[in-house]
């Protein structure tokens, strides 16, 4: 295994002719090394894209997983040959229950503020949360400012 420390390194790879494996970090592919790497290596069918765990909706890593037939990046169109692949079940964020059970462990605890995931899912855990807890719930709107 080598790691790529730099952008620099991280352009040789496309250099690389040979079978190789890329561990790329932008978990949703709206930007960094991994963009590049799509420039280089989405179009051939030889290729293939693994994402582990989940694309949020409106993310380039969601339209490849939904089956997109081209994408654009660096102002450039390009065709989407290589088989996209998901493996769930690893994502770093606690589940629903997993989530509550941390909330319900906070003492005195008379308001939570929900500031992250998509808004149909925020909505569910809102309704959840109040419901089990019997504590107010707040969907925190985008650039919404907060006193407490």
């Known amino acids: 295994m080598e790691y790529t420390q730099t952008p620099t390194e991280s352009k040789a790879i496309n250099e690389v002719k040979?079978?190789?494996?890329?561990?790329?970090?932008s978990g949703m592919c709206t930007g960094g090394r991994i963009t590049r790497h799509?420039?280089?290596?989405i179009w051939e069918p030889k290729n293939a894209v693994i994402f582990v765990g989940y694309q949020a909706v409106g993310t380039l890593g969601r339209k490849l997983v939904e089956g997109a037939e081209w994408i654009n990046v660096y102002n450039e169109d390009i065709i989407v040959k290589a088989s996209i692949h998901t493996l769930s079940g690893f994502s770093a964020h606690a589940d629903q229950a997993g989530?509550?059970?941390?909330?319900?462990?906070?003492?005195?605890?008379k308001k939570v503020f929900l500031i992250h995931g998509e808004k149909e899912s925020q909505m569910e855990f809102k309704k959840y949360i109040e419901k089990k807890l019997n504590v107010k719930t707040h969907i925190v709107a985008y650039k919404e400012s907060i006193t407490v």
Do not use: T
């Not at 989530?99 to 605890?109: A, G």
């Open 99 to 109: 989530i509550l059970k941390w909330i319900s462990s906070i003492e005195n605890l």
């Open 38 to 41: 799509f420039k280089h290596r």
């Open 18 to 25: 040979d079978s190789a494996i890329i561990i790329a970090g």
